[in-house]
Nanobody
Framework: QVQLVESGGGLVQPGGSLRLSCAASGLIFSSLNMAWYRQAPGKQRELVAGITGRGMTNYADSAKGRFTISRENAKNMAYLQMSSLKPEDTAVYYC???????????????WGQGTQVTVSS
């Protein structure tokens, strides 16, 4: 059983930065594809960024150039560095994990509890 715990959310002004962290436990971390999803009020949950166990990344168009996903396998940690934040980035951000690569980018099996990110002046 994989457990995922997010941290680092909060209130930030437009143009600001935040780094989300995800601590994972329960399986061999390097075998897991990690991803960040988000859900804004009244909107569907969407994939923001993903990273395979070997470090290959993919990003939603809305995240390209502004967000960076990374991982530290030795620490069982994944991160999402967000910069140039916009009000439309306001959402609950979820860390996910799945050993199946294809499923990771559509409907991952393991989810964290989520962390709120609010971008507002």
């Amino acid at each position: 059983q994989v457990q995922l715990v997010e941290s680092g959310g909060g209130l930030v002004q437009p143009g600001g930065s935040l780094r989300l962290s995800c601590a994972a436990s329960g399986l061999i971390f390097s075998s897991l594809n990690m991803a960040w999803y988000r859900q804004a009020p009244g909107k569907q949950r969407e994939l923001v960024a993903g990273i395979t166990g070997r470090g290959m990344t993919n990003y939603a168009d809305s995240a390209k150039g502004r967000f960076t996903i990374s991982r530290e396998n030795a620490k069982n940690m994944a991160y999402l560095q967000m910069s140039s934040l916009k009000p439309e980035d306001t959402a609950v951000y979820y860390c996910t994990a799945d050993p199946n690569t294809m499923r990771s980018w559509t409907s991952p099996y393991y989810w964290g509890q989520g962390t709120q990110v609010t971008v507002s002046s």
